[in-house]
């Protein structure tokens, strides 16, 4: 007897009613559409190129750059004149117009005059009177003395004595005269304040009726508005690498060299208004270990005021050159900085920097004496969208950095390159500043010297 066990099991085709059956089953349906969709758009097998990174490269520039420290300042008036009143009394008339500009000798202020009029008149008649006695006294002692010299014997010697005394007492007294109308009339021309020079006037301080004492109440201020300066602090060791750099020049830096700077308002962007340095002073605050310099700027426009808050930099080098690179393509690994540059045949490599300070919307770095290869958690936060300057060390300036897609490849990786064009080169113009104020000297020294052999 054969075992039906052994043979073959067949299988039965699903008929239509168990096919409705099982369609019933929820979410049965929606994964055989799933899997015949899936077997209808299966496509050929990615090829090697496409599934490479795309990366964005760029070539770097090459420009001239300055190093510079900034500082904080306040921009101050060239001249400040405070306006006080000379005489005593009450004031009639105020004619300026508050916040104004004025001219040296315009009138400010009118003080009531009567009183000082009348001590003007007073002293002119004492010197009247003083005129007059000084006369009589000097005819008296010239009989006198010309009858004593006749030998009459009508003039003692004594009384000789007192008439010459007399009228050097009366020669005296005229002076003395002289000298009292002379400050009477000062007084009388104090009573109209007038500007002692040209400048944007404050407000008034004292209105008419109000009494104001002499050389004690204060009636306003004057500052001048045209040239400005700038006054800042800076530290010893950036004073020290200024008298380093100039000390090959044979010159004074201050008063040949002039340092260029740039100034930078609260609610500027870019360093828009130079000047030169003009003052340094003559010791370091041991306090806090700077020393106060001084800038002066033109101020054609006016915007510039006394007391502004600004942002000075001084440039600490000469100008040199420099490649640049966008500042995104700075990655860190661990704290060192780096970028990645296409080499043969597309592939990553690895270049370890060390970045310096901005300068300009450019960054300088160094190249660094350990060359690595990046971790696997070198893709760190990125830095404030400037340039970077790189020593030529680190890049030859012809090589295509990644500029784009630095977090999706690794050294030694080949990639599909997307060039982009070349970034402009930032304006510099402290470098440009301080070029025109090396050639400066340079020329005077010339000029010096030609002057000097031609005798």
């Not at 004025?102 to 009567?114: A, Q, W, Y």
């Not at 003395?145 to 003039?155: E, H, P």
């Not at 010791?283 to 005021?305: C, E, H, P, Y």
């Amino acid at each position: 007897m054969s075992d039906s066990s052994a043979q073959p099991r067949l299988v039965r085709p699903v008929s239509r009613a168990r096919w409705r059956r099982l369609l019933r089953i929820p979410g049965l349906a929606l994964i055989l559409v799933g899997i015949v969709a899936a077997g209808c758009n299966r496509g050929p097998p990615q090829t090697k190129e496409a599934k490479k990174v795309e990366v964005v490269v760029s070539k770097p520039i090459t420009a001239q750059v300055t190093d510079y420290q900034d500082f904080t300042g306040r921009v101050d008036a060239i001249k400040t004149v405070d306006i006080r009143a000379r005489v005593t009394g009450y004031v009639n008339e105020v004619p300026f117009k508050e916040g104004d500009l004025v001219k040296e000798g315009d009138l400010l202020f009118v003080i009531d005059p009567r009183p000082y009029k009348n001590a003007l008149d007073a002293a002119k008649a004492q010197v009247v009177t003083a005129e007059a006695n000084l006369k009589l006294a000097q005819i008296t002692y010239r009989r006198s003395k010309d009858a004593a010299d006749r030998g009459l014997g009508v003039v003692s010697p004594l009384e000789l004595d007192q008439n010459r005394a007399q009228a050097e007492r009366a020669a005296g007294d005229l002076q003395q005269a002289q000298a009292n109308l002379e400050m009477a009339q000062l007084n009388m021309d104090w009573t109209e304040v007038r500007a002692p020079l040209s400048g944007r006037i404050s407000r008034r301080n004292i209105d008419p009726g109000n009494e104001v004492k002499a050389d004690d109440t204060l009636l306003t201020t004057i500052v001048t508005e045209g040239p400005m300066y700038v006054y800042f602090d800076v530290d010893e060791r950036t004073y020290l690498d200024l008298v380093a750099l100039v000390r090959s020049s044979q010159t004074n830096w201050l008063s040949e060299l002039q340092f260029p700077v740039l100034v930078r308002l609260a609610n500027e962007e870019k360093f828009a208004h130079p000047g030169k340095i003009n003052f340094l002073d003559n010791r370091v605050n041991v306090s806090t270990g700077t020393i106060r310099m001084r800038g002066q700027l033109d101020n054609a426009t006016g915007i510039l005021k006394s007391g502004l808050f600004a942002r000075v930099r001084l440039p600490i080098g000469a100008p040199s050159d420099a490649i640049l690179v966008p500042d995104e393509t700075l990655q860190s690994d661990q704290g060192r900085k780096y970028v990645y540059v296409i080499g043969k045949d597309n592939k990553i490599e690895y270049r370890s920097v060390e970045p310096g300070q901005a300068i300009e919307g450019l960054r300088q770095v160094t190249q660094d004496s350990q060359e690595g290869e990046p971790s696997p958690e070198s893709a760190g936060p990125r830095m404030e969208p400037v340039l970077l300057r790189v020593i030529k060390k680190g890049l030859k300036g012809d090589e295509q950095v990644v500029v784009e897609g630095m977090q999706q490849v690794r050294p030694k990786m080949e990639v599909r390159v997307k060039p982009q064009p070349q970034p402009q080169p930032a304006e510099q113009p402290l470098t440009e500043l301080l070029k025109t104020a090396w050639r400066a000297p340079e020329a005077r020294l010339q000029r010096q010297g030609d002057k000097e052999t031609r005798r």
